[in-house]
């Protein structure tokens, strides 16, 4: 299976578990010349942008690295910008490594 086929098949699942926790996705695979914000989702009145990593022989938190944080967090200034969006929001990364699933929320504290 290609990268982007597996990474396709992470951010589903993550998608899924997101919504099975009261999470409401609002936008997937955002572009700006920035990059891209995996997902885009609220719960209770926050706005939350979410990386999502996978791997299997590897810990997938090894790839997130301060200049990836640094992008999301200026991508979403421009996404709320672009957007009108004047709401609290957080930073947080979903760790997938076979059946196991963690969500990290506000990785920049």
Sequence with gaps: MHTKAKGDL?????????EQNGYE????????????IDIVCKKDGV??????KSGQKFNPLNNITPKK????????YLYMKANHINLPFSIDV????GDSIELIENVTM
Aim: overall charge positive; glycine content about 2%.
């Design 25 to 36: 996705i609002c936008e997937r695979n955002w572009y700006c010349r920035l990059g891209e």
């Design 47 to 52: 706005l939350h942008f979410v990386e999502v």
């Design 10 to 18: 992470a951010e589903n699942r993550v998608a899924r578990f997101l």
């Design 94 to 97: 979903v760790s997938l490594s």
């Design 69 to 76: 944080i640094d992008r999301v967090i200026k991508s979403a």
